[in-house]
């Protein structure tokens, strides 16, 4: 089975700074995606960034970008001049890719504040 | 907005009631996903449905049951409820291959408390 593992369960930056948040996943599939998501207090899960396995090239989405790392089956998050609108609970997923219905398996979150 | 709806967005219950929590997804969408967000966890996934029938199911017991309806839209019911049901249950939309435009939509959640 596959399993996210996030073993930072709070992170705090400065407003402006960058902050790396880490997560680690196993699996044996070779086609997968992997994602990082936003959850504010509203609840609601906001995709942030989204990587396939089968791309080398590093996925970014403006101040947002990850360093993949297959062969180690690592996925962090760069949040570059980070904003106060930044603050929220962070998690890591992963989806196959084979087939349908596929299903997210979520990390256990990191906590990030941001400090004015 | 044509995002996913659900409703309510909270609700407390008693140990041993039952429950019923509604989603609506969003436009285009034809598969809903549930999942389970105990306090301080990430999501995990109860169900997903698709075309009316339940295609995969995760490690969760039968008192969770559930219903896609002919427009889309979904149900989940939990029998004898218990304290550790306590949690934000989401509901997330796609197409059955979970790509293409729009991916997966993920709604607020309902926060059901049980007493």
């Known amino acids: 089975a596959q399993t996210v593992t996030q073993s930072q369960p709070e992170m705090s930056v400065q407003e402006a700074e960058t902050v790396t948040l880490s997560c680690t996943y196993d699996?044996?599939?070779?086609?997968?995606?992997l994602f990082w998501y936003k959850q504010p207090p509203s609840r609601q899960m906001i995709l942030v960034i989204r990587?396939?396995?089968?791309?080398?090239q590093n996925a970014t989405e403006n101040r947002f970008s990850v360093n993949f790392q297959k062969a180690a089956k690592s996925f962090s998050l760069k949040i570059s001049d980070s904003q106060l609108g930044d603050a929220a609970m962070y998690f890591c997923a992963y989806r196959s890719a084979s087939g349908n219905f596929n299903k997210f398996y979520f990390g256990s979150g990191t906590k990030l504040n941001v400090k004015p | 907005d044509a995002g996913v709806t659900q409703s309510p967005t909270h609700l407390i219950k008693t140990r041993g009631q039952q429950v019923t929590l509604r989603c609506s997804p969003k436009?285009?969408?034809?598969?809903v996903s549930w999942y389970q967000q105990a306090l301080g966890q990430g999501p995990q996934f109860i169900f997903q449905?698709?075309?009316?029938?339940?295609?995969q199911r995760g490690n969760f017991p039968d008192r969770f049951s559930g219903h896609q309806f002919p427009n889309y839209s979904s149900e989940l019911n939990v029998n004898a409820l218990l304290l550790g049901d306590s949690a934000l249950y989401l509901c997330?939309?796609?197409?059955?291959?979970?790509?293409?435009?729009?991916?997966?939509?993920f709604g607020s959640g309902t926060r059901l408390t049980v007493v």
């Open positions: 436009s285009g969408h034809d598969t």
């Open positions: 990587q396939e396995a089968y791309k080398q």
């Open positions: 449905y698709y075309e009316e029938e339940e295609r």
């Open positions: 997330a939309s796609s197409l059955p291959t979970g790509t293409g435009v729009g991916g997966y939509t």
């Open positions: 699996t044996s599939e070779s086609d997968y995606y």
